[in-house]
């Protein structure tokens, strides 16, 4: 079986010459959207001649940067460095608001050779690594150099493929609990999740492509449009984020103009669908014809998946679509995701219990505090246990426990975090042999269970609220703040502990709509509703709350809520004491 992407890049463009590899729709210049598109034959021959550039530069074995805005410019430097035998580093340009310190320490713990962006962000970007003391660093350069270094650019050049074993990329961690580390990824993990993702996802050749928006740069995005179009032969459709943003609307019209797609996005983007698309804009659509809606990358919201059914069962969203998924970097992204034809399934579990550790079934209006998590179903090509994280004990179904995951699509390690990859990706279960590697599992930091042969992800390690022995999830006791008061802003909002007198007390921040236009004089109103609601449902005392100006919630740039910075800025004391937020500049 190819091993490579080199290999797969290859047996694409041979079996389907002059069909469309990957299309482009460009909103920037063009409210309707430009589209640019490119046959496997053409991505082949650019992607070569680059890569030959880059093997005449040296680059062999070498990390190369791809800091290229979203668009077909970046899938051919990114398939150049991998196929070229290099280890491409897939980042974003430093245009990309408030994310400027992220780049820069990611740039410094790659260390790499070689930065590849268009001949736009080229000099753009050398004044950005010189301002921001990288003068020493990667030297920048562009495709059509790259073209223009190969040793005959003006004859096609030979494919040369890597090993398998060969790391293909480093995919940096978001960096909600942590700071980013890049994780090792090699040709054979990334082909290995491709095709575990095309088979839970029943997307084949010939019948199925993907459509999306998710950056490049970020690991649900780079698999699911790039590695596994490559890799299943099946073509791709992509847009920018932003144009995303702008217009939700535009995602929706893709889908309705490509049957057979296979789209993902976090949960908040369906809520932002069901709020921003009414009206004509939502009647025009067709959502029938999708395979696939792939639910990933976030807590899975149970309401969310209500209201966006709700809102767009009339132009054919069917529930058995909807695929609530589970992923993560370290594991190159895939793991599990809802069994193919069937409706997501959302089951009520008692908080207390879960508190405790234990996944008690209970009934949706039972009396008491009632949690409703969705299914993530079960893996295609590995292996997933519920451990208990201090004796590293299996756990039976039913018991929440950290999630330990083992396969061929579990990468390598962190890039130059020996101790920090020992840890994490050579675990072994209680009673095995640490010397076998065929007994290492990789531990997730997430918490879990597995129930009535589903599992189900209950929150990070890292950001469990721990009070007075209780457990409490993050993501839980937000969804309850986003509901208690019509000014707050939805998916926004960050729950984390902070000592105080020797004893864990819980902090609430959350930001106002920006329509809010006296902020000031809602935040007792607020409080009362924020601190009312958490006690109601969670049984438990907000130690302090922040309503907070727009904005200033910080997120990774894979959208998820920084818990880790909030709590550092929270500590700095960057929020005022009457829920105001100092001037900032740059990222949290």
Same mark, same amino acid.
């Given at each position: 079986?190819?091993?490579?992407?080199?290999?797969?890049?290859?047996?694409?463009?041979?079996?389907?010459?002059?069909?469309?590899?990957?299309?482009? &729709?460009?909103?920037?210049?063009?409210?309707?959207?430009?589209?640019?598109?490119?046959?496997?034959?053409?991505?082949?021959?650019?992607?070569?001649?680059?890569?030959?550039?880059?093997?005449?530069?040296?680059?062999?074995?070498?990390?190369?940067?791809?800091?290229?805005?979203?668009?077909?410019?970046?899938?051919?430097?990114?398939?150049?460095?991998?196929?070229?035998?290099?280890?491409?580093?897939?980042?974003?340009?430093?245009?990309?608001?408030?994310?400027?310190?992220?780049?820069?320490?990611?740039?410094?713990?790659?260390?790499?050779?070689?930065?590849?962006?268009?001949?736009?962000?080229?000099?753009?970007?050398?004044?950005?690594?010189?301002?921001?003391?990288?003068?020493?660093?990667?030297?920048?350069?562009?495709?059509?150099?790259?073209?223009?270094?190969?040793?005959?650019?003006? $004859?096609?050049?030979?494919?040369?493929?890597?090993?398998?074993?060969?790391?293909?990329?480093?995919?940096?961690?978001?960096?909600?609990?942590?700071?980013?580390?890049?994780?090792?990824?090699?040709?054979?993990?990334?082909?290995?999740?491709?095709?575990?993702?095309?088979?839970?996802?029943?997307?084949?050749?010939?019948?199925?492509?993907?459509?999306?928006?998710?950056?490049?740069?970020?690991?649900?995005?780079?698999?699911?449009?790039?590695?596994?179009?490559? &890799?299943?032969?099946?073509?791709?459709?992509?847009?920018?984020?932003?144009?995303?943003?702008?217009?939700?609307?535009?995602?929706?019209?893709?889908?309705?103009?490509?049957?057979?797609?296979?789209?993902?996005?976090?949960?908040?983007?369906?809520?932002?669908?069901?709020?921003?698309?009414?009206?004509?804009?939502?009647?025009?659509?067709?959502?029938?014809?999708?395979?696939?809606?792939?639910?990933?990358?976030?807590?899975?919201?149970?309401?969310?998946?209500?209201?966006?059914?709700?809102?767009?069962?009339?132009?054919?969203?069917?529930?058995?679509?909807?695929?609530?998924?589970?992923?993560?970097?370290?594991?190159?992204?895939?793991?599990?995701?809802?069994?193919?034809?069937?409706?997501?399934?959302?089951?009520?579990?008692?908080?207390?219990?879960?508190?405790?550790?234990?996944?008690?079934?209970? $009934?949706?209006?039972?009396?008491?505090?009632?949690?409703?998590?969705?299914?993530?179903?079960?893996?295609?090509?590995? $292996?997933?246990?519920?451990?208990?994280?201090?004796?590293?004990?299996?756990?039976?179904?039913?018991?929440?426990?950290?999630? +330990?995951?083992?396969?061929?699509?579990?990468?390598?390690?962190?890039?130059?975090?020996?101790?920090?990859? $020992?840890?994490?990706?050579?675990?072994?279960?209680?009673?095995?042999?640490?010397?076998?590697?065929?007994?290492?599992?990789?531990?997730?930091?997430?918490?879990?269970? +597995?129930?009535?042969?589903?599992?189900?992800?209950?929150?990070?390690?890292?950001?469990?609220?721990?009070?007075?022995?209780?457990?409490?999830?993050?993501?839980?006791?937000?969804?309850?703040?986003?509901?208690?008061?019509?000014?707050?802003?939805?998916?926004?909002?960050?729950?984390?502990?902070?000592?105080?007198?020797?004893?864990?007390?819980?902090?609430?921040?959350?930001?106002?709509?920006?329509? &809010?236009?006296?902020?000031?004089?809602?935040?007792?109103?607020?409080?009362?509703?924020?601190?009312?609601?958490?006690?109601?449902?969670?049984?438990?005392?907000?130690?302090?709350?922040?309503?907070?100006?727009?904005?200033?919630?910080?997120?990774?740039?894979?959208?998820?809520?920084?818990?880790?910075?909030?709590?550092?800025?929270?500590?700095?004391?960057?929020?005022?004491?009457?829920?105001?937020?100092?001037?900032?500049?740059?990222?949290?």
């Amino acid at each position: 079986m190819t091993q490579t992407l080199s290999h797969c890049l290859a047996e694409a463009a041979a079996a389907r010459p002059g069909e469309t590899a990957f299309t482009f &729709v460009d909103y920037s210049t063009d409210m309707g959207g430009v589209t640019r598109t490119l046959t496997w034959t053409q991505l082949e021959s650019r992607v070569r001649q680059a890569a030959a550039g880059l093997r005449h530069a040296g680059a062999v074995g070498e990390r190369v940067a791809v800091v290229a805005p979203q668009g077909l410019d970046y899938i051919v430097a990114f398939l150049a460095a991998a196929c070229a035998g290099c280890v491409a580093v897939p980042l974003f340009p430093p245009s990309l608001p408030g994310h400027d310190d992220k780049l820069v320490a990611v740039l410094q713990d790659a260390a790499p050779m070689l930065a590849v962006t268009t001949e736009e962000q080229q000099a753009s970007f050398t004044e950005f690594c010189a301002t921001r003391g990288l003068s020493c660093g990667p030297r920048v350069i562009t495709e059509r150099q790259l073209r223009e270094m190969a040793e005959k650019p003006d $004859e096609p050049a030979r494919p040369w493929h890597p090993r398998p074993q060969d790391v293909a990329y480093l995919q940096y961690t978001s960096g909600s609990t942590r700071t980013p580390s890049g994780v090792e990824i090699t040709h054979a993990n990334v082909c290995a999740n491709a095709r575990q993702a095309l088979e839970a996802y029943d997307i084949r050749t010939g019948r199925n492509c993907t459509v999306g928006w998710l950056p490049l740069y970020h690991d649900m995005g780079l698999v699911l449009a790039v590695a596994m179009p490559v &890799v299943g032969q099946v073509p791709s459709v992509l847009m920018d984020p932003l144009a995303f943003i702008q217009q939700p609307a535009r995602w929706l019209r893709l889908l309705t103009r490509h049957p057979g797609a296979l789209t993902a996005a976090p949960n908040f983007a369906y809520d932002y669908c069901v709020r921003r698309v009414q009206g004509e804009e939502r009647a025009e659509l067709s959502l029938g014809s999708v395979t696939a809606m792939v639910n990933g990358s976030e807590p899975v919201g149970a309401r969310t998946l209500e209201r966006f059914q709700a809102a767009f069962a009339p132009v054919g969203m069917v529930r058995t679509i909807m695929r609530p998924s589970y992923g993560l970097a370290e594991a190159t992204v895939f793991v599990c995701a809802s069994p193919a034809g069937e409706e997501p399934t959302v089951t009520s579990f008692d908080r207390d219990a879960l508190g405790l550790g234990v996944a008690r079934v209970v $009934e949706p209006d039972d009396g008491g505090a009632v949690a409703e998590l969705v299914a993530c179903g079960r893996p295609a090509g590995q $292996e997933i246990a519920v451990v208990d994280p201090l004796t590293g004990r299996l756990l039976e179904d039913g018991r929440v426990g950290e999630i +330990w995951l083992r396969g061929p699509n579990i990468g390598r390690g962190y890039w130059g975090r020996p101790e920090q990859s $020992e840890a994490t990706f050579r675990a072994t279960l209680h009673g095995d042999d640490p010397g076998d590697p065929a007994h290492h599992w990789l531990r997730t930091g997430d918490l879990g269970a +597995w129930h009535d042969k589903q599992l189900y992800v209950t929150g990070r390690l890292k950001d469990l609220v721990i009070i007075d022995g209780v457990n409490h999830y993050p993501h839980d006791i937000e969804a309850t703040v986003q509901d208690a008061h019509p000014a707050i802003r939805a998916h926004h909002i960050a729950a984390f502990s902070v000592d105080a007198d020797g004893e864990e007390r819980l902090v609430v921040v959350a930001e106002h709509h920006r329509d &809010v236009t006296d902020p000031g004089g809602l935040v007792e109103e607020v409080k009362r509703a924020v601190c009312a609601a958490v006690a109601t449902g969670h049984g438990v005392s907000v130690h302090d709350f922040v309503l907070a100006p727009p904005g200033t919630v910080p997120h990774t740039t894979s959208g998820k809520v920084a818990r880790s910075a909030c709590r550092a800025r929270y500590a700095a004391g960057d929020w005022t004491a009457d829920g105001g937020a100092q001037e900032r500049t740059g990222s949290a």
